[in-house]
């Protein structure tokens, strides 16, 4: 619940607010009976779902310390009865994942940097002003996304090329920062809804210019709004294949596109080795969303209000 | 600012909020084409004028591009890269190394050679010569090849329409592989020469406990492996442009296929890694791969006698006399027209067929070389699996019958996808053929 | 819902009207907009009106004949596949992600350590949780087949992807199980913003467990759930890679949708006059029922 805490006073639900009068006792037996049922089903909900979602990750782990020769028996061992670090060990060797990684870091960052940057500003328009096309301009940002990104991948590749960003970050990053867009202006847009009217008012009458509150009242208001979308764009960077195979270089390509190439050849499909190298790209990011998830769900909650 | 502007004075009626905008709003969503085609005109307008041509660069330059996907895969990755140090150590040359993975490499680099971004030398897979010489990009290397010493075979595997688009690199085939060992604890005492012994002795593996008696590919990736099933039931496939797919020869080779599978004789959701997988583990008493798939499969295997107990076998034939049908296959280098293509044409000849180059390269790698003193070479020569293999097996393979083809990769994948239609019995095979040879008939027309 | 007032009042003393100032402000994400996609996207639909090769050079104008090959063909198969499996993507990570919300939002303890560990399968590279699924489903050495035999519930090995009645479910799971943290977070989120007291006063006018989430909680979190699900829907429609690498739109075409067949025609078929034209149809249609879907959403939240 500690999520709650990041959200500005002014926009949070009073969940600090006076404690509810106390009801009358029978009520609150039953209230108590109620409590036990729903907490048990909730443990049955994580327990069920958590079965689906994590069982996979699981076997990742299992499969990434078999050896090769035990990792396609059948019916397989359900505990790892062989264990090695082989393939793990081949991944703190191979200095190219590192250079993926390393790339992916830096796409991805820039990525959920430069999305907030550009989806605030739009977000603010939309959610602070009212002119004509402003209901036009978002169905726009919305409708971008309904043309296949394949066709799209061709003519820009292209464009791309015509301005010497090939094979760079900029054309990574700029193409992951359009498409994750969509997604962070209607976060944003929806958490500056939040923000009070009045606010902006008396920053007004205060004199202070149209780019000054936004900038040192509205923004600072948005801040763990503004981390939770940087985090959904830094996933869309992170997980891109078909981009980040085409537009980029063995200097510049992401995670995705070398690990298949690494692991899915012409002539094999090391399972465990693949495996092995995706739990250890993915952790230092599950490790990072665990501690940033307040922002992600508590940023998102000021948002949340509208839509 | 001004295309905001024009936008906004477009727009008819006042920005009222209520339910007039909202009834507007699936029009305007629909009429978003008139502020994309103002941004793309805006954007047009400031682009240079597309498409850079080939050709243009410096062809003595001494910086050039290597495009491989053999640069990245784990186990080829340190030898084809020391290929390269060595090379631009030696004639102080510059190699800018690219690799896609295998799967997206034809898709990539038709991409980017249509874009002009390609230099140099580009490995590629025999079957993909079809879709990349017609961009016109390629060079002409018949005098680099004549300075090969590269067997007549191999040189056939590099043309396009006659002309020498490719230096062979390595070539083999795709041919059966047998489990010995299986063989012998099902009673099979002779390799099975016609389609009939054949299916005898697959029957034989099938009273085997947990046995899969023919890891035949199942999964459109590899069906393509049916070509050289069809062409033993007699069907030549294409003939010029007539597909002949659908004839009697190629339903009955679809029909015996289903057999095989209905009798669990071949399994269903294979490819070749899944029957190299289970082959390692000695589950499997034939499967399809090339030569160098033996190496993969030990890779796995956790019985080291294994290596000993795998055997090439001919294809089994209709009737006994026919050649055995084998799927020609190897990897070629290419060179762009452009900059650093004379550098690049060197390179690549060095690498197909220095003799220490290609010697090293097949016991590393177990990738047979393409010339007669690389064959000739003792590491080679002595390797019994793989004389075995080029005699028996390369001997009459062919290639692929659409590989000249652009549309090859989508025609296989037609026919693959009829098959399984009839595998898993969605149609039967008279049908599913015919409808293949009306696609890839309307594909060959395009 | 917001008044229109505040700072679209204009003001005096500053350069620039409201909506200049509002433009101006949407200025740099449009013009990513421009470049990115508007610019390739009308680039690409002038190619459906052409006969096209992506590997040969020039193009000849064909009128509406690509328009008419595609509509011919596969294209109703297609577009039913695409719709099963855009849906089904679509609702099942939604009830899976709402519910573990529901769940975790019910103050049960260590719900932030499962929050973190349910991001799991959304922060491994999509094309890797492809891989993985693979592996899973996998005919013959599976482990989904190895518990299945083991608990006696099957007793042949299953070959998830090579029927066409299990493949499409396969696919689904799959990218299902990539997709319901993103929507767990979203709801999480959502539920939050339903004030405690809300549930309270119901409980205490004796409204039961079901009722409540009935005329409390779903009513707090229609609209994000609206927009979660519109945006899953968009991305599903769109995506390519889970049905690709498992499948390839196999068995016999029966998981092919639409952005596998459109990948198909333009490199392997080379053809980009009838992968645009077929682009085209798509767009069209997806326009069409987010149009539909957004005038349903928002005549709802008006009341």
């Known amino acids: 619940m500690s999520a709650m805490d990041t959200v500005t006073p002014a926009v949070r639900p009073a969940k600090g607010g006076p404690p ?55 019916p397989p061992d359900l505990f790892p009865r062989a264990v090695t670090l082989e393939h793990f060990r081949a991944f703190a060797e191979n200095e190219a994942l590192f250079r993926y990684m390393l790339n992916s870091v830096v796409v991805a960052s820039i990525t959920a940097v430069l999305s907030v940057v550009v989806s605030a500003y739009m977000g603010y328009s939309f959610s602070k002003f009212r002119y004509r096309g402003r209901t036009s301009l978002m169905n726009f940002v919305l409708a971008s996304q309904m043309f296949p990104q394949a066709l799209l991948l061709i003519t820009l590749y292209a464009v791309f090329s015509e301005f010497g960003l090939l094979n760079t970050y900029a054309a990574l990053i700029l193409s992951f920062t359009t498409f994750t867009m969509p997604l962070c202006v209607w976060m944003l847009k929806g958490i500056f809804d939040t923000v009070p009217d009045a606010l902006l008012e008396a920053a007004a009458i205060d004199g202070a210019s149209r780019w000054r509150t936004l900038h040192t009242i509205v923004a600072p208001l948005a801040a763990p709004g503004m981390v939770a979308a940087g985090l959904f764009a830094f996933v869309r960077g992170w997980n891109d294949f078909i981009f980040a195979l085409t537009l980029a270089d063995r200097d510049t390509q992401t995670l995705p596109p070398g690990l298949v190439n690494t692991y899915i050849g012409e002539f094999q499909t090391s399972w465990p080795a693949l495996m092995a190298a995706s739990l250890i790209v993915s952790l230092p990011v599950v490790i990072a969303f665990t501690f940033l998830q307040r922002y992600l769900v508590g940023g998102l909650t000021a948002g949340a209000v509208k839509s | 600012m001004s295309r905001f502007r024009t936008r906004q004075g477009l727009a008819p009626g006042t920005a009222r909020p209520g339910a007039g905008l909202r009834r507007r709003d699936t029009l305007r969503l629909l009429g978003l084409g008139a502020m994309g085609a103002a941004g793309a005109g805006a954007l047009s307008a400031c682009a240079p004028s597309g498409g850079s041509g080939g050709g243009g660069g410096d062809a003595s330059a001494s910086t050039f591009g290597f495009s491989s996907w053999s640069l990245n895969e784990e186990a080829s990755k340190p030898v084809v890269e020391a290929i390269v140090a060595d090379w631009e150590s030696a004639e102080d040359v510059s190699i800018d190394a690219v690799s896609y993975p295998y799967n997206d490499y034809l898709t990539q680099l038709t991409l980017k050679l249509r874009g002009g971004q390609v230099t140099g030398a580009v490995q590629l897979d025999i079957a993909w010569l079809g879709a990349l010489a017609p961009m016109g990009r390629l060079l002409d290397l018949s005098d680099a090849a004549a300075r090969g010493g590269y067997t007549e075979a191999a040189l056939t595997s590099g043309q396009y329409e006659g002309t020498q688009y490719g230096l062979p690199w390595t070539t083999a085939s795709i041919g059966l592989i047998a489990n010995s060992t299986l063989l012998d604890a099902a009673g099979i005492t002779e390799q099975p020469t016609t389609i ?224 399984q239609a009839v595998l898993v019995g969605g149609s039967s095979a008279r049908d599913a053929m015919n409808a293949a040879r009306e696609e890839i008939t309307g594909l060959m027309e395009r | 819902m917001t008044p229109l007032i505040g700072a679209a009042r204009p003001r005096r003393g500053e350069r620039l009207s409201n909506t200049a100032f509002a433009l101006l402000l949407t200025l740099p994400g449009m013009a990513l907009f421009a470049a990115i996609v508007c610019y390739p996207l009308i680039a690409s639909l002038v190619t459906g009106f052409f006969e096209q090769s992506l590997v040969l050079p020039g193009r000849s104008f064909v009128g509406l004949s690509n328009y008419r090959e595609a509509l011919q063909g596969d294209f109703w198969p297609v577009l039913r596949q695409t719709a099963v499996f855009t849906l089904g993507a679509t609702a099942i990570p939604f009830v899976l992600g709402f519910a573990l919300a529901l769940a975790l939002n019910s103050g049960i303890r260590g719900s932030g350590f499962l929050r973190g560990l349910f991001l799991f399968p959304w922060v491994i590279p999509g094309v890797v949780v492809s891989f993985l699924w693979m592996w899973i489903f996998n005919a013959n050495y599976g482990v989904l087949n190895g518990v299945l035999t083991r608990l006696g519930l099957i007793e042949e090995s299953v070959g998830w992807l090579g029927e066409p009645g299990t493949a499409m479910l396969a696919v689904i799971v799959t990218k299902s199980w990539a997709s319901f943290p993103w929507i767990m977070v979203m709801m999480l989120a959502a539920l939050q913003t339903v004030p405690r007291e809300l549930h309270e006063a119901a409980a205490v006018d004796g409204s039961g467990a079901i009722r409540r989430f009935f005329t409390v909680t779903w009513p707090g979190v229609r609209g994000v759930a609206a927009i979660a699900i519109l945006l899953e829907f968009i991305w599903n429609f769109q995506h390519f890679d889970t049905i690709y690498v498992l499948t390839g739109g196999g068995p016999a075409g029966s998981t092919e949708t639409f952005a596998v067949a459109v990948y198909r025609e333009a490199f392997h078929g080379f053809d980009l006059g009838r992968a645009t034209a077929l682009g085209g149809l798509w767009m069209v249609l997806l326009l069409g029922l987010v149009g539909l879907y957004l005038r349903m959403f928002e005549r709802e939240t008006d009341r």
């Open chain 1, 20 to 74: 509810a009068p106390p009801a009358p006792a029978p009520v609150k037996r039953r209230r108590r009976a109620d409590q036990r049922r729903s907490s048990v089903a909730a443990w049955a909900a994580v327990g069920v779902i958590g079965l689906f979602g994590l069982l996979p990750v699981y076997w990742m782990l299992v499969t990434a310390l078999s050896p090769d020769d035990r990792a396609f028996r059948f």
């Open chain 2, 196 to 419: 009939e012994q054949f299916e005898e002795a697959l029957r034989a593996l099938k009273d085997l406990e947990g046995i899969t008696p023919y890891a035949a590919a199942t999964k459109v990736a590899q069906l393509k492996d049916i070509f050289p099933w069809m062409r033993t039931f007699g069907s030549t496939l294409v003939e010029g442009d007539t597909v002949t797919i659908g004839d009697d020869a190629s339903v009955e080779a679809v029909e015996w296929y289903k057999r095989l599978y209905d009798d669990g004789l071949i399994a269903a959701d294979v490819d070749r890694f899944d029957a190299r997988a289970l082959f390692a583990q000695g589950r499997v008493g034939f499967y399809d791969d090339a030569v160098i798939g033996k190496g993969a499969t030990i890779a796995q295997a956790s019985d080291p006698a294994l290596a000993d107990a795998m055997v090439p076998v001919p294809r089994p034939v209709l009737a006994s006399g026919d050649a055995p049908q084998a799927l020609l296959w190897g990897h070629v280098i290419v060179v762009v027209d452009g900059e650093g293509s004379d550098a690049a044409t060197e390179f690549a000849l060095h690498t197909t067929s220095d003799t220490a180059t290609v010697a090293d390269y097949f016991e590393r790698l177990a990738l047979p070389p393409t010339t007669a003193e690389g064959l000739g070479d003792p590491a080679v020569a002595q390797d019994a699996f793989t004389t075995e293999w080029t005699e028996r097996i390369t001997a009459t393979a062919t290639p692929g019958p659409f590989w000249h083809l652009t549309q090859n990769a989508q025609i296989e994948e037609v026919v693959a996808q009829q098959v």
